[in-house]
């Protein structure tokens, strides 16, 4: 079992950025690909970024490419999305997920955090 606790979402203009968060506990973090997905206002939640459990490979999806960045440090058992050129398509609901395999990650399996608001005004 792991526990996901996302934060540091929150209220900023166009072109701003923010650092979001994902807290683990549980069972070894290291031990779990993680990645992040965002669920818009009245629609589907869509995936945005995946880790392997190294570190060492990373997954974009074609809409954040260049402006977001994931990364982790497992000796602190977090993981972080920053986000950078936030622009107002970017509002979302943003969730953090863990599982073993880097691909069930990005299929959207595993375990998942609560969730935290990112709002990007014009």
């Known amino acids: 079992q792991v526990q996901l606790v996302e934060s540091g979402g929150g209220l900023v203009q166009a072109g701003g950025s923010l650092r979001l968060s994902c807290v683990a506990s549980?069972?070894?973090?290291?031990?779990?690909?993680m990645g992040w997905f965002r669920q818009p206002p009245g629609k589907e939640r869509e995936f945005v970024a995946a880790?392997?459990?190294?570190?060492?490979?990373?997954d974009y999806s074609d809409s954040v490419k260049g402006r977001f960045t994931i990364s982790r440090d497992n000796a602190k058992n977090t993981g972080y999305l920053q986000m950078n050129s936030l622009q107002p398509e970017d509002t979302a609901v943003y969730y953090c997920?863990?599982?073993?395999?880097?691909?069930?990650?990005?299929?959207?399996?595993?375990?998942w955090g609560q969730g935290t608001q990112v709002t990007v005004s014009s």
């Open positions: 997920n863990a599982d073993y395999s880097h691909r069930a990650v990005v299929a959207g399996s595993g375990y």
């Open positions: 549980g069972r070894a973090f290291r031990n779990y690909a």
């Open positions: 880790i392997t459990w190294s570190g060492e490979f990373t």
